[in-house]
């Protein structure tokens, strides 16, 4: 699924984070939460984030972390600068097949798209390969929910928790 992480909360990160050591923990929770910040100072950048709606439920925190998860989602999909949707459970979708991002810069440069799985990451800068990845972008995006629709189903979980 497409996403950025301007979602983490620093409790939800430590829980997240079993098997590293503490030092790598606190030092990438300290640089996550510094890229957090971009969004949340008003600076002029733009996150589209597209998630599918099981990874919202998947309790793998105690119940008061995901609780914090979803109100700062809710929270962030209120900024005029993130945009938040989700691709309802039960259907086949372009993003079952792994995260990814794309990445536009305002610098002229080209876009590019990243990916990760179980054993490392990639950064795609072929333009035929950023296009495919767009191409599946635009197809999940077809099937979310719009973003009223999308804080909704968020407020909705949260009463549930």
Do not use: C
């Not at 600076?43 to 105690?62: K, M, N, P, S, T």
Request: without cysteine.
């Amino acid at each position: 699924m497409p996403r950025r992480r301007p979602s983490a909360t620093p409790p939800g990160d430590r829980s997240g984070a079993r098997g590293s050591s503490e030092e790598d923990v606190e030092r990438l929770l300290a640089d996550r939460l510094k890229r957090q910040q971009r969004f949340l100072s008003g600076q002029r950048q733009y996150l589209w984030a597209l998630i599918d709606e099981g990874v919202l439920d998947r309790f793998i925190a105690h119940h008061d972390i995901m609780r914090g998860q979803l109100a700062h989602l809710l929270e962030l999909s209120e900024l005029g600068t993130v945009g938040l949707r989700v691709a309802p459970r039960g259907r086949f979708h372009a993003g079952l097949d792994g995260s990814f991002e794309l990445m536009q810069f305002g610098d002229g440069s080209p876009p590019m798209a990243y990916t990760e799985a179980v054993f490392g990451w990639r950064l795609v800068s072929d333009v035929a390969e950023v296009e495919s990845f767009a191409l599946r972008y635009d197809r999940l995006g077809n099937l979310a929910l719009p973003e009223d629709q999308t804080r909704d189903l968020v407020r909705k979980l949260l009463e549930t928790i």
